[in-house]
């Protein structure tokens, strides 16, 4: 018996080593926890694995292995210790569900599928905060300087891993010795700060040193003290006070001890050369106020402004591009103009030197004035400034005599163009002023590239809108209001999933809306908010986010984890909305907004919507397994399609209500036409807009739904003929016009209450892959698992090249005319199947490979 145990025992060990030396075939799986790359602070609630099939690993029969330890060696050779899940071949996730997670724990992990094996990942769970007190500087909310909170640190020989781990009421920068710590912007997120802030983890091992060590952190009002004073009344939220925030220091040694610092009344505090900070407005430098001449004071250690911490899992923000100006006029000895070749979101980085006490005020805008001064009259308008001391997207700089650097740490704004002007005259070159631009860090996913150069430009002023007005939150405009209307970004979601990795960002929002909602059902029409719009604009056709956005990342994502946590809140909205209908119909909601010149009847916009959310609901139940709520819902969803039908339909001659483009784009989009008149309603589409000369005749609803209304019942030529318009009102126009980012208004010569930079109208963006590439999802699998495409061939278009990434590899496409026939090259990932229907209406299934096709195409 001893010997068969020794026996025994050898051969694991041999078996142990024979697989850790055995040479395995290493590929990219691109890992991810919480679909971040290695992310520090994960809670222990919710540990989600994630990946990418690379098409090395083909479609075969092996299962997903999923090694998972403390200890890197053990994930490196495969221990059988570190096994901790065996998936179906094919898995692109799994949900960790022991309980043996620890706090501040790094852990490793990595695949193996056959002979192909992962790189090796980690996370890092979060650290309790335990010990640690909120500190603030003890100043009224309405004092307008920033302050520093410093503490000496003390490190021993033999540091191994030191971490730091802050959550914030307001904004904040840390530096140890005197170094920035990390690439973020702006941390922590808008939150509903008396409910939910979040806090930010960041390993600063090599920030360190022996021995003595400065912590500095640097607090910023951000939104949770807003000063400024605008009609959305955040000057007046319930949460507002003085910034303050939490944090513990982690110090591990290489002999296992470990060292905590915490905030306590230890720390000291003082003013900082931030004379003013407004999220909304601008930030004001005295650049005589060095930091290192400061005397500390002591902290107040206050009273938790929050019911809950939680760990911010999600792409940061970060300044993702420098753009030097393209023009600067000089206008006198004391005001210049700097034009950079884009409309972005960020801020500007100002390097001079002038006579002490000269106050310079950099303008920023989006619109010139004829004398060539900047013009912010379209973005100022709800803006209430009580005195002259807060102008708007102004950023104010005394400069101390020597070389001055300033970039505001607190503030983001939306401009091309930016005014400086001087209290005495100043000497500046075109390399004196740059622009940082900023936005939400999301990874890639999708490329686009045609022969039209209006389209790519059109293309990458849809996703530069996208990105200006992603904040960790989506918003409408990075100058104006910086809300997050939710109508703006259900209309716009899909621009963003079909180009960048966007779903801890709608993660983060949807704990938002479960914040924001009332016990009635009721949410705000912006999220967060401060109390402002539970009386106006919140509808249900804003609102649907609450049911649309959780859908659409799990159609393409294939993670339900969001569908599950917010499907109770959805019901409760749900429950609002009906006790607010009618015989099955509603016009609790704003219709069409901003429509070109027809008006759209409200209950026949906002019921569509309600039709919609019933109809999400019953597939949510049903992919839940809850019969009784599918039954109720699709019940539901079927009264409100025959009532929207049986007042607004004209059977006889196929149109809806008084047949506006909008009136016929909604009902046909989302599935509400009967299918016996689907063509007949199609057709008078394409009527109406052929005789509005293939020009937009739409507000917001009806942009998201007229070009896939078109191309999705015959008339795809008539969505592109839409599309390439280069006249008002159109995409193109804009484009014409020189325009680099979208509009708020089809007009361009607005110039009141117009942003420059919005993104509602962004649909067209997620048509270019949907229609003119042609990629579609499956009804029945998401993720692209099985992924449908149609390509179309516009008569004036020579090529185009598109690219998706998804869970199961790279889908990629191209193709170019060569005289009347056009050779299309497609690379079908090794996990994907696709459906491909050519020009002739012909379908085949393809699995993963490469295929080159020539067809035929005659446009007589």
Known sequence: MQKYIKDVFLFSFIFMLCDCERVHTKVDFELQCEHLFNPLGVSLDSVRFNWSLPDEVGIGDDSVCVFLSEKKEAVECFEQSALYKTLAPLSVSTLYEKPDLMPGVTYFWCLKTGHFVSEIASFTTAFSLDGASWISDGKDCNDKSSSYYKKIVYVKPGLSHAYIVLASAGLHEIRVNNEKIGSHCLDPMFTRFDKRIL??????????????????????????????????????????????????????????????????????????????????????????????????????????????????????????DTIF??????????????????NIAGVTCLNLKGKEGTVVRLKHGELLNESGTVNTGNIDYHYRPIDGSDPFQEDIVILSGTQDTFSPKFNYKGFQYVEVSASSPIVLTKNNLVAWEMHSDVPVKGTWHSSSDMLNRLWRATNRSYLSNLFGYPTDCPQREKNGWTGDAHLAMEVGLFNYDVITIYEKWMNDFIDEQRPDGMLPAIIPTSGWGYDWGNGVDWTSSIVIIPWLIYRYYGDDILLRRMYVPMKHFMECVEEKSDDYLTDWGLGDWIPVKSQSNVELVVSIYYYVDANIMSLIAERMGLENDKVYYESLAGKIKNAINQKYLSKCDGLYASGTQTELAMPLYWGVVPDSLRSKVAENLNKRVINDGYHLDVGVHGCKTLLGALSDNGFIDTAYKVVTQ???????????????????????????????????????????????????????????RKTHIKPYFPKDLECLDVSYKTSYGKLQLEWQKKGKEVIYHLHVPAAMEVVLTSPAGDVDNYGGGDYVFKWNVNYD
Request: aromatic share 12%.
């Open 199 to 320: 806090s930010v983890t960041h390993e600063i091992t090599t920030a360190l040193r022996e021995g003595e060590n400065e912590v500095k952190v640097q607090l910023g009002n951000g939104w949770y003290n807003l000063q400024s004073v605008a009609v959305w009344n955040f000057d007046k939220a319930a949460w507002r006070g003085r910034p303050a925030f939490l944090s513990k220091l982690i110090l591990e040694y290489e002999d296992g001890t470990r060292d905590e610092v915490v905030t306590d009344d230890s720390w000291t505090t003082a003013d900082s050369p931030i004379v003013f900070n407004s999220i909304y407005t601008a930030e004001h430098y005295d650049a005589r106020k060095k930091a290192e001449n400061l005397s500390g004071k002591p902290v107040k250690v206050t009273d938790s402004p929050t019911k809950l911490i939680c760990s911010q899992m999600v792409q940061p923000i970060r300044v993702t």
């Open 726 to 784: 280069t006249t008002y009102p159109s995409w193109g126009y804009w484009i014409a016009q020189g325009a680099t980012t979208l509009h708020e208004n089809w007009r361009t010569d607005v110039i009141i209450d117009n942003s420059l930079n919005h993104i509602m109208f962004g649909e067209v963006g997620a048509w270019l892959y949907k229609s003119l590439a042609g990629i579609r999802l499956d009804e029945n699998q998401p993720a692209f």
């Open 325 to 342: 100006c393209s023009r600067m006029d000089k206008l006198n000895d004391s005001l210049y103009v700097f034009t950079f070749p884009k």
